[in-house]
């Protein structure tokens, strides 16, 4: 079985700084495309940025210029520097991996169960 698990969430002022990390645990063979999602109270879970396995990038454009996506293949581990953080990016952030276990031929996707950030005076 593969877990992934999210940390980092804070309260933090806005135009703060906060670094969230996700860390996928088991019995893994190979971790593909790897994002970080963000859903608001009252709002439908938005993506907020991807990384693959060859260290490619996308983002959401409300978070451009401001959030930045890395991983560690040798730790199994995503992280998501978020800078100038404005109110409106207060959400539960969620992790999600393509991940193929040792167990399987195919890969499956996987949801870690989040971590707060609140940007707020």
């Known amino acids: 079985q593969v877990q992934l698990v999210e940390s980092g969430g804070d309260l933090v002022q806005p135009g703060g700084s906060l670094r969230l990390s996700c860390a996928a645990a088991g019995s893994i063979f190979a971790i593909y495309v790897m994002g970080w999602y963000r859903q608001a109270p009252g709002k439908q879970r938005e993506l907020v940025a991807h990384?693959?396995?060859?260290?490619?990038?996308n983002y959401a454009d409300s978070v451009k210029g401001r959030f930045t996506i890395t991983r560690d293949n040798a730790k199994n581990t995503m992280y998501l520097q978020m800078n100038s953080l404005k109110p409106q990016d207060t959400a539960d952030y969620y992790c999600?991996?393509?991940?193929?276990?040792?167990?399987?031929?195919?890969?499956?996707?996987?949801w870690g169960k989040g971590t707060q950030v609140t940007v707020a005076t």
């Open positions: 990384i693959w396995r060859n260290g490619s990038t």
């Open positions: 999600n991996g393509h991940i193929r276990n040792y167990n399987d031929y195919e890969s499956h996707g996987y």
